[in-house]
């Protein structure tokens, strides 16, 4: 390995240069989300998509969940927590690598690595976008799931505290495990095809779509290596009484580990980026 091929971990600018650095960055943010709006395509996919899902589920899985002493929870607002995970994976892990394949394929990525823009500032422009991106679906699902479907929102701080850290981790690892996966993807023309399959399958293991006590041990044991379950549990504790951990996760939500299993693949992603990202096609010099 090269360090002109992986990512550069050059030391790190100081005064002007991290004024730099930042200006660029934004800018570059800018250009990501112009960009993004610019492709309508891309725009239905990352909003109206996760919309059109939260609509058919919750309509066609109207009922409720049966709880202890005859407490019940809508289906929607069980639905809702795990929506909102698969939507910030799909965003990040899933339009990360597909995107960041197609410049590299297109030899956009070579040409970068060859302007004066900083190389952290063409990643801080991709995260951001896909932060912003994220946030935005989120709020749209669950004001499509309070409005329409009756979803509970939390009233207290501390619930929305915990949304916001098992978000914010959440995108972290997730966008960096996308710069790591590309590594996977020969050619922009199979990108999608190479990334969307993963994706999918951890969906349903995951408990996105179904109650999580229904999905076989087996599966839940492969689902339980991977972000998108801890996602969804922790985003579950935010929006759902405490009696729905006793069937789904062992009687209790286990933050803590949520927590230790975001990080660590946050840390495991950013070294597996360091190790594996290349800015040039296969066979380029």
């Not at 995107?99 to 991709?126: C, D, N, Q, V, W």
């Not at 749209?140 to 329409?148: H, K, T, V």
């Not at 999905?215 to 991977?226: D, E, N, Y």
Request: proline content about 6%.
């Amino acid at each position: 390995m090269t360090a002109d091929n992986a990512i550069r971990t050059d030391a790190a600018p100081r005064g002007g240069n991290i004024r730099q650095v930042i200006r660029l960055s934004i800018a570059r943010t800018g250009m990501e989300l112009r960009a993004f709006y610019r492709t309508p395509e891309l725009v239905f996919f990352t909003f109206l998509l996760p919309v059109l899902f939260v609509v058919i589920f919750s309509t066609v899985f109207s009922g409720v969940i049966r709880g202890p002493a005859g407490e019940s929870v809508g289906f929607p607002q069980y639905f809702v927590a795990g929506m909102i995970a698969a939507g910030v994976v799909s965003t990040t892990f899933t339009s990360l690598a597909t995107t960041i394949s197609i410049e590299r394929s297109e030899g956009l990525l070579k040409r970068l690595a060859g302007t004066p823009l900083p190389r952290s500032s063409y990643f801080i422009g991709k995260v951001a976008l896909a932060t912003i991106t994220s946030a935005i679906q989120a709020a749209i699902i669950l004001a499509i799931g309070a409005l329409l479907y009756g979803v509970e929102l939390p009233t207290g701080p501390v619930p929305w505290l915990v949304f916001t850290w098992v978000f914010l981790i959440g995108v972290a690892s997730c966008s960096l495990l996308g710069v790591a996966y590309t590594r996977l993807i020969p050619d922009g023309s199979s990108a999608t095809a190479i990334v969307q399959p993963p994706y999918l399958t951890l969906q349903f293991i995951s408990g996105v779509f179904f109650q999580y006590s229904e999905i076989p041990p087996w599966l839940k044991f492969v689902a339980s290596l991977f972000p998108l379950k801890w996602m969804v549990q922790g985003f579950r504790y935010v929006f759902l009484p405490d009696w729905v951990a006793v069937d789904d996760y062992g009687g209790e939500w286990h933050m803590e580990r949520v927590a230790a299993v975001l990080v660590a693949w946050t840390v495991a992603a950013f070294v597996l980026s360091l190790v594996y990202f290349r800015w040039e096609r296969p066979g380029d010099r």
